[in-house]
């Protein structure tokens, strides 16, 4: 029983970092199925970020400006 509430708790903690990276219900699954490996591999994971190619912050892989430096990333891959 320890085994299943362990797990679930892995799970729980992987959500919370992958709903960070805009992937909480994949970070619950990989948390849950993995345990502390899966949480470890929700730190290690971009999710759906990448950088931005001025100021170097993660935004969201579809944003079509920077948040943080207001650049214009429409022309960039």
């Not at 029983?1 to 619950?28: D, L, N, Q, Y």
């Not at 502390?36 to 994971?45: F, Q």
């Not at 170097?56 to 214009?72: G, H, L, M, V, W």
């Amino acid at each position: 029983m320890e085994f299943v509430v362990i797990w679930f708790i892995c799970g729980i903690i992987a959500a919370a970092i992958g709903s960070s990276k805009g992937e909480g219900f994949v970070g619950f699954i990989i948390g849950f199925i993995l345990g502390p490996l899966g949480v470890i591999a929700a730190i290690l994971s971009s999710g759906n970020r990448k950088r931005c190619p001025y100021c170097k912050e993660f935004i969201n892989r579809k944003a079509t400006k920077c948040p943080k430096c207001q650049s214009d990333l429409t022309d960039i891959d």
